[in-house]
């Protein structure tokens, strides 16, 4: 009999040196759960048997547990290292369609062909879909989606609005509007670009010019007018007649508006009077405030703001929409002066602020992953957007899940159910991008543990060398 104990505890101390030489192995692997060789000890006994004389019969291993604790983070220059501190697995699927849940704790993920956030083994990490403001649209396992990260924003947003902020020099020398030529920087005081974009995300420079106008100027009482016009790629865009969105013809405009005050065309003489450019007029008080604005045709525009006409296709050559119009936007405030109007001061022409809302077609320039588990994809365009959320699962009894290989575990009877989760609510740890969880070994230990768990078998060894002895001396009584 006590064979079969020291038979027992030589199985044990070998199963012990297996786990301990499977941890060592795989300190190095990231993601790694070590384990832990969990004995107990045998004894048996009948009905009728004493047990105050009874000896045990040995040793059996119990379980192999893994240990879940955390492992130390290894920081890397890949958004797509993840790991998790806290609770919680990264889900992971082998094929698109399939729900065949593996769950892992090791982060080492990429970018197939697809743009599809894999593993080593190609399985797809899983996250929620997000709504535009980065919230989560459903946090169900059975909703989860793979990760796909687009390598554009989609569609263009064409300009439709442009907010300019400037000051213009009072004591700049006033022009003859009828002589404007952009081509002449004689003929106008100042002029600034902004680049605009199209409905198909194709960029178009646009230029405002602006003029002092010397008639104005020349007036008793003095006035402070200026008259701005605007060109786009070279080409004049005239800004539309409040009342009818038309341009008015410019040969007419004086007619049609008597007062010289309110001719706001330009080039009347300079382009000719059929090629006039129309523009818009700003009024500015004896103290630089910006008080008031006019259309062409001499009609108050009260928000500050003038619409072009329609582009058309003689700038719009590439085959954008042609009815595609730009308003510019001056903030004005008619009751007082504000820091968002133009001014009129006695320093230099300068912009201090111009914006437009048009975007080109954005291609994928980073990717950043909080520790909410949001992946949010930013552009070259300056936009960003919320793709996915990276989900998170957890289980009752982790040790409970069904190990596999690749650093990967199933969910089984044991575990309890799997329950997804967004990262940093709850029970659920924290995702750290550009980081990785390294195995939970501790090398030291694992040595220390080897040299028990030799000195056991060597134990059990000579236990067994004694056992075998004595069987000699009782085969050898004659």
Do not use: C
């Not at 199985?11 to 297996?18: E, G, H, I, T, Y």
């Not at 990231?30 to 000890?41: H, T």
């Not at 509007?177 to 081509?183: K, M």
């Amino acid at each position: 009999m006590s064979f079969n104990i020291a038979l027992s505890g030589v199985s044990a101390a070998q199963k012990d040196l297996d786990t301990t030489a499977n941890n060592i192995a795989n300190v190095n692997t990231v993601g790694f759960k070590e384990s832990r060789a969990e004995f107990g000890d045998v004894y048996a006994q009948s009905l009728l048997a004493s047990g105050k004389t009874k000896v045990g019969d040995g040793v059996t291993t119990q379980e192999v547990a893994q240990q879940f604790s955390q492992g130390s983070l290894q920081f890397t220059n890949n958004a797509l290292d993840l790991a998790i501190t806290g609770n919680g697995f990264f889900g992971t699927v082998p094929e698109l369609e399939s729900r065949d849940f593996s769950f892992t704790r090791a982060g080492q993920f990429k970018l197939n062909s697809e743009n599809f956030v894999v593993n080593s083994n190609g399985d797809h990490l899983l996250g929620f879909p997000v709504n535009s403001d980065g919230s989560s649209s459903s946090v169900a396992l059975s909703t989860t989606v793979p990760v796909r990260i687009p390598d554009s924003s989609g569609s263009p947003t064409p300009t439709s609005e442009v907010k300019l902020k400037m000051n213009l020099p009072a004591g700049a020398d006033a022009k003859d509007l009828a002589l404007f030529d952009p081509q002449d920087p004689l003929t106008y005081n100042a002029a600034t670009s902004v680049t605009v974009f199209d409905t198909l995300g194709d960029s178009h420079v646009m230029t405002y010019y602006f003029v002092k106008d010397a008639a104005a100027a020349a007036a008793t009482p003095k006035r402070n007018e200026w008259v701005s016009v605007t060109y786009m790629d070279d080409q004049p865009l005239d800004v539309a007649d409040t009342g009818t969105g038309l341009r008015p013809a410019a040969g007419n405009a004086t007619a049609a508006v008597a007062p010289a005050t309110t001719n706001n065309f330009l080039g009347g003489t300079s382009l000719g009077a059929a090629n006039a450019v129309a523009g818009y007029r700003m009024f500015f008080s004896s103290g630089g405030d910006f008080t008031s604005m006019q259309d062409s045709q001499g009609t108050a525009t009260a928000l500050g703001d003038v619409t072009s006409v329609q582009i058309g296709g003689g700038i719009l050559t590439n085959g954008s929409d042609p009815a595609q119009t730009i308003t510019t936007n001056f903030n004005l405030d008619v009751a007082n002066a504000t820091a968002n109007e133009p001014t009129q001061f006695a320093s230099n022409f300068e912009v201090t602020s111009l914006e437009q809302d048009g975007l080109a077609v954005g291609r994928l320039t980073g990717i950043e992953i909080g520790p909410d588990g949001l992946v949010r994809a930013t552009y070259s365009n300056g936009t960003s957007e919320p793709i996915v959320r990276v989900a998170l699962i957890r289980f009752a009894n982790d040790q409970g899940l069904t190990q596999q290989s690749s650093t990967q575990w199933q969910e089984s009877i044991l575990s309890g159910e799997a329950l997804a989760g967004e990262a940093t609510t709850g029970t659920y740890g924290d995702i750290n991008s550009s980081s990785l969880e390294q195995a939970n070994v501790n090398l030291t230990t694992e040595l220390i543990d080897m040299i028990i768990a030799q000195r056991n078998f060597q134990a059990n060894s000579r236990a067994l060398e004694v056992n075998n002895q004595l069987n000699q001396t009782v085969l050898n009584i004659r």
